[in-house]
């Protein structure tokens, strides 16, 4: 079985990335800042050799994937699996109002009980199984080529544990940056880590803006 090459990156920042509000399922788009990391990430990725582009449906993610498409030309298939995790009643919230509001919640929240599920959300062990599922199908489908995954930053939390055999009750210690690269190879055994959190492509515009501060 011939292997599957996989870019996975996280959207661009969002206001509710800057305020610390949880996204989940709702659909907020980039903001100024988000939509120049996805030009540069979509100018990182250009001249890749992508088969395909695959997206979460959520607005977030489709406008990074659309940067890419715009300068790779590779095809753009949008696929509701990869969609960040529903949270529920926590979706709209900050880490302390959360705290306040449900105490038990965020207590379970906090310790990742994997079957926990905030009020109209999902659980971790769900939530896992439905996006790297979702990632297997896709590398399947692209055997002997490469793809681009444009996902959220649980998606590619679930994808790092996939690939490097955490347990999903492990607190994580490895960063998941906006419109960063990280890189995955699939064969039919599972996945493995290739590179993680490349932001490489977006030092450019952290030293135009520092230059103009």
Known sequence: MMSTQIFAIRHGETDWNRAARIQGHTDIPLNAE???QAALVGAALAGESLAAIYSSDLQRARQTADAIAA???ALLFED???????????????????????????RRWRQREPGFAPGGGESLEVFYARCVGALERVAR??????????????????FYRAATRVDLQAPRAWALGNATINRLLW??????LIGWNDDHHLQAQNLDEAAAA
């Open 71 to 73: 300068r790779n030309g």
């Open 141 to 158: 489908a692209h055997e002997g080529a490469a793809i681009a995954v444009v996902a959220h930053g649980g998606v590619l939390d679930c």
């Open 80 to 106: 509701a699996a990869l969609r960040e995790r529903s949270f529920g009643r926590f979706e709209g919230h900050c880490w302390d109002e959360i705290a306040a509001n449900w105490p038990e919640d965020s």
């Open 34 to 36: 988000g939509l120049a």
């Open 187 to 192: 064969t039919g055994e599972g996945f493995t």
